[in-house]
């Protein structure tokens, strides 16, 4: 299975999913692959300031040659994750071409619902172009139930797109898990964090055609 998570909008929350899903999947015992397409090399740093290696492999790959040589490189795993690189048109078409599902990470604010609205094309073309692609909205961030959260649930159903039930909240542990090149099921297994990344990567599982 092949899940990108791509939004061009910088900071949506792309790597911590990323490496958070990847290190739920390889928790569960599964050979695992992440792959980096940001020149920003946000995961590929994460991964060199652990102290051991981490619990999935990690590559960069930043050329937009995903959709090409992706599926020869994924069939050694039973998990690749694309974390997805910010404002690059051909990065993002590039990852959507090579996945089975689309993550699409969205802030509850209104800036990060705008400008999210040229990936939301790129993947319905591409949808249109495969004849359908599993594709969904996450949020990221979401702080309790607030008016803000259900605005923006209901400003994200307007481009067609699913939402997924399960997102992150924000909490304090993702960025310090990150900052520490661990990730929050490794520092908090049984942790609120570590529930809901699980909870994530069941509702993708169950997406896939
Ligand atoms: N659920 C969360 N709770 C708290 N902080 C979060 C959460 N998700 C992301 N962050 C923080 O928000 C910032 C941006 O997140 P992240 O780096 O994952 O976004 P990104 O989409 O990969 O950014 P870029 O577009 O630059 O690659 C980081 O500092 C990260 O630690
Ligand atoms: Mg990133």
Redesign the pocket.
């Known amino acids: 299975m092949i899940i990108a998570v791509v ?1 061009q ?9 990323a490496l958070n899903l990847a290190a739920a999947s390889a928790a569960q015992g599964k050979r695992v692959l992440l792959i980096d397409a ?1 020149p ?1 090399q ?1 995961a590929q740093d994460w991964a060199a300031i652990r102290t051991e290696p981490p619990p999935f492999q990690v590559i960069g790959l930043t050329k937009p040659v995903l959709h090409r040589d992706l599926p020869a490189m994924a069939a050694d795993y039973d998990m690749t994750i694309i ?1 997805g ?2 404002r690059s048109y051909e990065a993002t078409r590039s990852a959507i071409g090579a996945a089975d599902v689309v993550l699409i ?1 969205v802030q509850p604010s209104g800036a990060d619902f705008w400008a999210s609205r040229e990936t939301v094309n790129l993947v319905r073309a591409a949808g249109e172009a495969k004849g359908g692609q599993r594709a969904a909205f996450i949020v ?2 979401k702080i309790g139930r607030s008016v803000l959260s259900r605005e923006i649930n209901e400003a994200l159903a307007e481009f067609g797109l699913p939402i997924l039930a399960a997102g ?5 542990i ?2 310090e898990a ?1 900052t520490a090149g661990e990730t929050v099921i490794e520092q908090q297994p049984d942790g609120l964090a570590a529930a809901e990344i699980r909870a994530i990567l069941t509702e993708l599982e169950g997406m896939k055609e």
């Open positions: 939004n909008k910088g900071g949506a929350g792309k790597t911590t999913l940001d920003q946000t974390d690189a910010p990470p990221s961030r992150t909240t924000q909490r304090v993702y960025a990150m």
